[in-house]
């Protein structure tokens, strides 16, 4: 790869105005689409109402065609970690967690989001790794300053998630994200401190911890998109885009 490729984006302040909208764009659309999740509901009705969402808001739903992804939003049930495709026959039920992601384009920036929420009344342990992986996220988000290194996040969530016994998925990770859904750097949810590239104001993020009831190990499903636990146990998945600014970490992609 040339040092072109893996150069990372400042971004301007105006370029951060538009991010704001972008982001906010898609956290609305992923506030929309909790309410909406309720056991009966087909995974295809949630990703229905986000196109609409985006659409009567001026946005363009990223993922859409994104190497040949065919849904506007992934929703991942239980096992599934990322990347679950929206279907007509999958309904929601009692006791499961599901995992929705979302990507909004707007102003020609991108904004990238993901909560996993529960279905009614859940196991314990479900609530339980639904509440880590949103700390290892706030955890990661914490580190997203100026004078830290990138390892600085990564190792913040990693230290989260194994302190408590729960799986890091080491297979897909959080990135750069700007006028692209994906850009430099790559960022881990392991790490170690003091390691990585050293963070700066203009520096966007998407911090996106995959975190497991079990071990981290993750296979693809031969629809070649799915992401499914090895062992079956359920994950969790939590992601905002963040930026690093002078005053702090900045979350994007809030909904208000
Ligand atoms: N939004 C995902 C991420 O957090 C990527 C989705 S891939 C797509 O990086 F194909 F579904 F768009
Ligand atoms: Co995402
Ligand atoms: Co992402």
Redesign the pocket.
């Known amino acids: 790869m040339s040092s072109e490729a893996r150069r990372i984006e400042l971004k301007s302040e105006k370029d951060l105005q538009h991010m704001r909208h972008a982001g906010r764009l898609a956290g609305q659309v992923l506030e929309k689409v909790g309410e909406a999740v309720r056991p009966g509901i087909k995974t295809k009705e949630l990703d229905r109402l986000a196109e609409k969402f985006i659409r009567a808001a001026g946005g363009i739903p ?3 065609g ?4 065919p ?1 506007c ?2 929703v991942s049930i239980n096992e599934e970690v ?2 679950g495709i929206p279907d007509a026959s999958r309904m929601l039920r009692e006791g499961d967690i599901v995992s929705v ?3 909004v384009t707007l102003e020609g920036f991108v904004g ?3 909560a996993t929420f529960a279905v009614g009344k859940v196991p314990a342990e479900s609530q339980k790794l639904l509440d880590v992986t949103r700390e290892c996220l706030r955890k990661g988000i914490e580190q997203a300053r100026v004078g830290g290194r990138l390892g600085d996040v990564s190792h913040a969530i990693q230290e989260h998630a194994e302190s408590r016994g729960y799986g890091v998925v080491r297979d ?1 990770v ?2 750069g ?1 700007g006028r692209q ?2 850009e430099e750097p790559v960022v881990p949810n392991y790490g170690s401190p003091r390691t990585g590239v050293r963070l700066e104001a203009g520096m966007t993020l ?1 911090l ?1 911890p995959m975190i497991t009831l079990g071990h981290w190990k993750v296979r693809v499903l031969d629809n070649g ?1 799915t992401v499914v636990t090895q062992d079956g146990k359920r994950a969790g ?1 939590f ?1 905002h885009t963040v930026a690093i600014t002078s005053a702090g970490p900045e979350i994007l992609t809030l909904p208000h």
């Open positions: 990223t993922f859409l994104y190497r040949g992804y849904a939003l992934c990322v990347h992601d979302v990507g990238d989001t993901a897909y959080g990135h994200i859904m994906h998407a996106e998109w998945h992601e």
